[in-house]
């Protein structure tokens, strides 16, 4: 494994974003072991960051510290999913009423932008989950609340865990494009409990293809 340049802000953040992008890619896959070493050695640090890294991991649900046997990339099984997929269905759900009763007319049209090109992205699996992120955070954004959005950054971790499967039922990607579009036709019209009840539908939808 070829070295890492790594850049000037504090090591073991630019370590455990290195490793949160290789769990996301599931080069590092689900209950595997993590090898400190290893790793170590092909960043061209000692154990100290990697391992503070690690800790950051942890505490974001990814890794899974085990005594005498060192950390592993957590295992998401089923009711973790459950419980993910539920309150973020509440959070968001919140999130987007707000926005119905408060977002400007300009906020909506970038948000209508973002739904645009997740519309042009269905083809691309990868794209499709960069822009729905996007559409999400920045409704988020919208409605204008610090701890709920670090509430759901932290949540969205753990998902990720289990994207990959989440858009693999056929027609999924279909299914969640509609659901975006009713979503935006309950903000431009305003309707926040129209806005709330559609985005509890699509964590709901999600949840089932995910599983």
Avoid at 74 to 101: F, I, M, Q, W
Wanted: no cysteine; proline share 1%; glycine share 4%.
């Amino acid at each position: 494994m070829a070295a890492v340049s790594l850049t000037p802000r504090a090591l073991y953040e630019e370590v455990a974003e290195l490793l949160r992008e290789r769990i996301f890619s599931r080069e590092l896959a689900p209950g595997s072991w993590i090898d400190e070493l290893k790793l170590a050695e092909a960043y061209g640090i000692s154990r100290t960051p990697l391992r503070e890294a690690l800790k950051v991991l942890a505490t974001e649900g990814l890794v899974t510290m085990k005594v005498r046997r060192g950390a592993y990339v957590t295992e998401v099984n089923e009711k973790d999913l459950t419980d993910v997929y539920h309150l973020l269905a509440l959070l968001e759900s919140d999130a987007a009423s707000v926005v119905a009763h408060q977002a400007t007319a300009a906020q909506l049209k970038e948000l209508q932008g973002l739904h645009n090109e997740l519309e042009k992205s269905a083809s691309n699996r990868e794209r499709f989950f960069e822009i729905n992120e996007a559409f999400h955070m920045r409704l988020l954004e919208i409605a204008n609340n610090r701890w709920r959005d670090q509430m759901v950054v932290d949540l969205r971790k753990v998902m990720k865990l289990n994207r990959h499967n989440s858009l693999l039922k056929s027609g999924r990607i279909e299914e969640s494009l509609s659901e975006h579009s009713a979503i935006m036709q309950a903000l431009a019209a305003r309707d926040a409990v129209s806005a709330a009840q559609r985005m509890r539908e699509h964590f709901a939808n999600g949840l089932e293809a995910a599983a």
